[in-house]
């Protein structure tokens, strides 16, 4: 078990979820666990769909493994590019958002420089 009073490894950073950075890396990870299913031959196991199963293998872990390339399929597909579009825009409002912030601190610090 672990103590609940232990202090997070220093070494071990965690990405927030929504930063650019986390989308993008969230996204290659969906990316490359799709392409290893896929090297890993899982894709002949969504045959469970149209109710055959692939040869020499019981028919549930068949349906299993084709469910796990299939949620791996929708996530390489649907969900990463989605992760890196948000990304983008995130990068994107992020800076303007730093622009408009460097530009009131300007707008303040003239201002309060006038009243002396």
Do not use: W
């Amino acid at each position: 078990m672990s103590d609940p009073h232990a202090r997070p490894d220093p070494r071990r950073k965690r990405l927030p979820f929504f930063s650019p950075r986390g989308l993008v890396v969230r996204a290659l990870i969906l990316g490359a666990a799709f392409g290893i299913a896929h090297l890993a031959g899982l894709r002949g196991h969504a045959t469970f769909l149209s109710g055959a199963t692939a040869a020499g293998i019981h028919p549930i872990l068949s349906a299993v493994l084709g469910c796990a390339y299939l949620a791996l399929y929708v996530g390489a597909v649907l969900v990463a590019p989605v992760f890196l579009i948000a990304g983008g825009i995130l990068v994107v409002v992020l800076r303007l958002l730093g622009r408009q912030a460097q530009s009131v601190r300007g707008r303040q610090e003239s201002l309060s420089g006038q009243e002396r």
